[in-house]
C-alpha cells in the first residue's frame, strides 16, 4: 500500500506518502513548484527495495500554506525535522530539480541522518542558476505561474492559460506559446495545471519578484560540498536537451565531494525521462548507485 499521511513541523502540517517497509528508507524531493507525484513513473519499482517516502514541501501539493516563510532555508529545516522525527534511522535523499538542493542543505546541516543523496539534474551552479533567476524571462515566467496559482479557475481553464504563456526558446528570435516548446503536451500542461492549482502563491513570490539573491542567500555550495560527507550521485540531464545541471557544475562539485559520482543521461532532458514515462535508464543508474552504498 502507497498511503498520504500528515506530518507537523514548524508550525505547519507537511503531506507526505509513504509505501510498505521493503528495506531502508528513501525520502524523495520534488522540485519547486512541484508535489510527490512528479516520482510516480519510479516509484513502483523503488518500493521493491526500500521503504519509500515522498513529501510535498510546504507550501506545496497538500502541505499546508505558510505566507511569507519561504525562503529556501525552510525546506532544509522542514526535512531535518521530519528525518529526525519521523523515519529516526539514516536515509537517503532522492532530490530532483530544487529538490536536489533542499537535500543538499538537509545533509551538510545534519549529516548524521543522511545516508547518501541523489541529485536529480539539481542546478548546483549557483552562479548560473542566479542569472537564470535573474533574467526576465524566468521572471516573466514565474510570474504567470503566480498568476494561475492565485487563480482559483479551473483545471481546464488554468491548462488553457499555461498554453498561451509567451516563452523565450534558445535560437528563437520571437517568443512561442508555452505549449508549442519542444517536448510539452496536453498531458505536461495538465500535470502542471494541478500543481499550480495546490499551490501557494506565496512559494513563488522569490521567483516571480526578481529576489534570487535573497532567496539564495546563506547557500554557500562549496561550503556544502565540503560538509557533506555522505556518496552522492550526480545524474546530469542532457544540457542539449535542457538539463539544468551544467558541464562546469559536475566539474566543480566532483573535485570538492568526498564522494561523488556522476552519470550523463543523453537521451533525457531536465526531467530525466520521468515526464515520458521512459524512466529506464533512470531507474538503471539510481539503482546500480544504491546497491552499492
Given at each position: ?151 482559483n479557475h479551473t483545471i481546464a481553464d488554468i491548462v488553457s492559460e499555461l498554453a498561451a504563456i509567451p516563452v523565450r526558446v534558445q535560437d528563437q528570435e520571437a517568443p512561442i506559446r508555452y505549449a508549442d516548446q519542444p517536448g510539452i503536451d ?108
Amino acid at each position: 500500500m502507497f498511503a498520504e499521511k500528515e506530518f507537523k513541523t514548524h508550525g505547519i502540517s507537511l503531506n507526505y506518502a509513504e509505501g510498505p517497509i521493503s528495506g531502508p528508507p528513501l525520502v524523495l524531493l520534488h522540485g519547486i513548484p512541484g508535489r510527490w507525484q512528479e516520482f510516480l513513473p519510479i516509484i513502483p519499482y523503488l518500493m521493491v527495495q526500500w521503504h519509500i517516502y515522498a513529501l510535498d514541501l510546504r507550501g506545496q501539493g497538500k502541505s499546508g500554506h505558510v505566507a511569507g516563510r519561504y525562503h529556501s532555508s525552510f525546506y532544509g529545516k522542514d526535512l531535518i525535522s521530519f528525518m529526525k522525527r519521523q523515519v529516526t534511522e539514516p536515509v537517503i535523499l532522492f532530490g530532483n530539480s530544487a529538490g536536489g538542493l533542499v537535500a543538499l542543505d538537509a545533509a551538510a546541516k545534519a549529516p548524521e541522518c543522511v545516508k547518501a543523496i541523489v541529485l536529480g539534474d539539481s542546478p548546483i551552479d549557483i552562479e548560473w542558476l542566479l542569472g537564470w533567476m535573474n533574467s526576465p524571462g524566468f521572471k516573466a515566467l514565474f510570474s504567470a505561474f503566480r498568476a494561475l496559482a492565485s487563480s482559483n479557475h479551473t483545471i481546464a481553464d488554468i491548462v488553457s492559460e499555461l498554453a498561451a504563456i509567451p516563452v523565450r526558446v534558445q535560437d528563437q528570435e520571437a517568443p512561442i506559446r508555452y505549449a508549442d516548446q519542444p517536448g510539452i503536451d496536453s498531458t505536461d500542461l495538465r500535470q502542471l495545471a494541478i500543481t499550480l492549482s495546490e499551490l501557494d502563491p506565496d512559494v513563488l513570490a522569490y521567483h516571480a519578484e526578481g529576489r534570487a539573491e535573497e532567496y539564495l542567500e546563506g547557500f554557500d555550495m562549496d561550503r556544502i560540498f565540503e560538509n557533506t560527507t555522505c556518496p552522492v550521485l550526480l545524474v546530469q540531464g542532457n544540457p542539449a536537451l535542457g538539463g539544468m545541471m551544467t558541464d562546469r557544475s559536475v566539474e566543480h562539485a566532483l573535485a570538492r565531494l568526498h564522494r561523488g559520482y556522476h552519470v550523463l543521461l543523453k537521451e533525457a532532458g531536465h526531467d530525466l525521462g520521468m515526464d515520458r514515462w521512459e524512466v529506464g535508464p533512470l531507474l538503471r543508474t539510481v539503482t546500480a548507485f544504491l546497491d552499492s552504498i
